[in-house]
């Protein structure tokens, strides 16, 4: 397969992982409606005892993913949400919003002590990361366009714009009306420019039909305050083709371009890919020289680090990116149903780890000859 990888900046390459992507991940152990002095006081310590060697750190990683899951559909912790047949407690209407407004102040308030009491000495930089999920419209209407920019600002300015300019989305603000916290002066202050650099993890697309604003859906909730009906599906057609085993993720590398440039059009801040990753489905009877043959993962990173490369021929500021996962791990979601790793992990054999096709390849890609490796 023939690319134009070219990135002339300096451009840092990397796989990231986690020791648990469970409900035991940091994000989740808090509750956030009640606040986040607890959070604070171990981002603290992390500094203190880390920050000699670690030099990118991310405060909290897709704060809409607690917010919408843990609080709004409750299938995430600390699972809260209105209908009672799922959660013995919590209240769509109102709880994420809390929960986002706090996600965003505690992000904003580790992040200032961060810079004033760490940052000079230890010479590092903060981001908050994002999940990046691009909304397509569903058709060409004036409706469906516009539900596709509400369904991104919902999702993604909820968090960017209070980031950037220190405010909601306008979308959210018409919408959501009193149930939204506004910023006081100090707090605006705080969270205003409170990052290096912004995260974006990128893995799928989907298509969004807008829902008519009269008569208002019930119950009241936030994703009927969003209006946009989100379908994998446009006559019969997914966005991409199914990654195997996982329940969402549609490849569709077009994508990331469209977020990176959404990103630049609305916010122009540095930009790192945190995540970009493919699955296979786990299935043990595979023999393991198959199962180490991942020529469609390669395919996924090259795909995915040409959108990169377009977007910034085209003036975006994309400054890293790191392939999900390194290893082959324990999903939030999909437990250990499926495999993003570069390295096969061998559950049966003491966890092995095994590089796959794609660590040899993205290897040979980071450190060699980047041309001969594509
Ligand atoms: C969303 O679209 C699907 C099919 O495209 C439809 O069945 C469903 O009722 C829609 N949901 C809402 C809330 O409009
Ligand atoms: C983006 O990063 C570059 C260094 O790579 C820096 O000079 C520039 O000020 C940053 N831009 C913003 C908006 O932070
Ligand atoms: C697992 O792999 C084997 C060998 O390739 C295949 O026969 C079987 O259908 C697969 N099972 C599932 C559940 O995909």
């Known amino acids: 397969m023939s690319t134009d990888l070219i990135f002339l900046v300096i451009f840092v390459f990397g796989a990231s992982t986690a020791a648990a992507q469970s409900p035991t991940e940091e994000g989740h152990k808090f509750p956030w409606t009640l606040g986040q002095k607890d959070f604070e006081n171990n981002a603290e310590i992390c500094f203190k005892t880390f920050g000699d060697r670690v030099k990118s750190w991310i405060t909290i990683n897709e704060p809409l993913v607690i917010a919408k899951f843990g609080y709004t559909i409750g299938v995430a912790p600390p699972g809260r949400c209105s209908d009672r047949t799922t959660c013995p407690a919590g209240n769509a209407a109102t709880e994420p919003y809390i929960a986002g407004h706090n996600l965003l102040l505690a992000h904003a308030t580790v992040a200032s002590f961060y810079e004033y009491q760490y940052q000079a000495a230890q010479g590092g930089h903060i981001e908050m990361s994002h999940a990046g999920l691009y909304y397509k419209p569903y058709s060409d209407t004036l409706f469906d366009r516009v539900a596709a920019k509400r369904a991104m600002d919902f999702e993604l300015g909820w968090f960017m714009e209070p980031l950037v300019r220190g405010k909601y989305p306008l979308s959210m603000r018409r919408l959501v009306k009193d149930r939204l916290s506004i910023f006081t002066e100090k707090e605006k202050k705080l ?179 980047r041309k001969q490796a594509c």
């Open 191 to 369: 969270v205003k420019g409170s990052f290096d650099f912004i995260g974006i993890n990128y893995y799928t697309s989907r298509f969004v039909k807008n829902i008519p604003v009269n008569p208002k859906p019930a119950p009241v909730s936030f994703l009927a305050d969003e209006h946009a009906n989100s379908t994998v599906v446009k006559d019969r057609v997914p966005v991409g083709p199914k990654a195997g085993g996982s329940w969402f993720i549609y490849i569709y590398p077009k994508g990331l371009y469209k977020i990176l440039k959404f990103m630049q059009k609305h916010y122009d801040r540095n930009i790192t890919i945190t995540e970009n990753g493919v699955t296979e489905k786990k299935n043990d009877s595979i023999p393991i020289h198959q199962a180490l043959y991942d020529q469609h993962r390669i395919e996924f990173i090259q795909k995915h680090l040409q959108q990169i490369s377009k977007a910034i021929n085209n003036g975006v500021n994309v400054k890293g990116y790191f392939y999900w996962s390194l290893f082959d791990d324990f999903e939030w979601s999909e437990g250990y149903g499926v495999r993003y790793g570069l390295y096969h992990i061998d559950y049966k054999n003491n966890l092995k780890r095994i590089p796959k096709k794609s660590a040899k390849w993205y290897h040979d890609f980071v450190t060699g000859d």
